[in-house]
């Protein structure tokens, strides 16, 4: 069981918005600006997509969003397109006793 | 953006020691912190540990049981993972990643991952 609660899956067709849910605790995500979401595309790493919360690295397009609000972290991909399926996760931090502890994961579906 | 490349033994015997080591080209390792995370087969990520370029500080997941150990050799560049007492529960595609400064647990550039099976 993981640390942070995800959907097991999320769809939406092309051009359409989807948000995805990460829920945790006041010890967690609720404690700390630290949230950040992860891509990743079957057979390859992970890519970060969003860290401090709501925050892009250069290069990911702003059609990706984050946000925050008391336990939950969302994100929320718009004009979705078919490169934009694969599985997201979302991670946290959670004092220094507990670093670093990932979301069980979302498959995204391209309709 | 740096390359990361893990290298090691692709199969590790029960009870025994599995080591990884991470290459990092294309920028030093100074400067930064970097970390293991492992994602067994068809689960999700899980972090196991860190280490600044200097060799200190270091910071493990708690459910590793002392059985981890990371290190760092600044003249190399790169940095390892050394898991003691292994079990069929360890196997899984271990990947060594660079902590973005400042963000906590954010891991902005990643190797392309080792698949470590655990079997006798």
């Known amino acids: 069981q993981s640390a942070l609660t995800q959907p097991p899956s999320a769809s939406g067709s092309p051009g359409q918005s989807v948000t995805i849910s990460c829920t945790g605790t006041?010890?967690?995500?609720?404690?700390?600006?630290?949230v950040c979401w992860y891509q990743q595309h079957p057979g390859k790493a992970p890519k970060l997509i969003i860290y401090?919360?709501?925050k892009r690295p250069s290069g990911v397009p702003d059609r990706f969003s984050g946000s925050k609000s008391g336990n939950t972290a969302s994100l929320t991909v718009s004009g979705l397109q078919a490169e934009d399926e694969a599985d997201y996760y979302c991670?946290?931090?959670?004092?220094?006793?507990?670093?670093?502890?990932f979301g069980g994961g979302t498959k995204l579906t391209v309709l | 953006q740096v390359q990361l490349q893990e290298s090691g033994p692709g199969l590790v015997k029960p009870s025994e020691t599995l080591s990884l080591t991470c290459s990092v080209s294309?920028?030093?390792?100074?400067?930064?912190?970097w970390s293991w995370i492992r994602q067994p087969p068809g689960k999700g990520l899980e972090w196991t540990a860190y280490i600044y370029y200097s060799g200190t500080p270091t910071n493990y997941n708690p459910s590793l049981k002392s059985r981890a150990t990371i290190s760092v050799d600044k003249s190399k560049n790169q940095f390892s993972l050394r898991l003691s007492s292994v079990t069929a529960a360890d196997t899984a595609v271990y990947y060594c990643a660079r902590i973005l400064l400042g963000s906590g647990p954010s891991f902005d550039d990643w190797g392309q991952g080792i698949l470590v099976t655990v079997s006798s």
């Open positions: 294309g920028g030093s390792i100074e400067n930064y912190y």
């Open positions: 401090a919360v709501n």
């Open positions: 991670s946290s931090h959670a004092g220094m006793n507990n670093w670093g502890i």
């Open positions: 006041s010890s967690d995500i609720g404690a700390y600006t630290h």
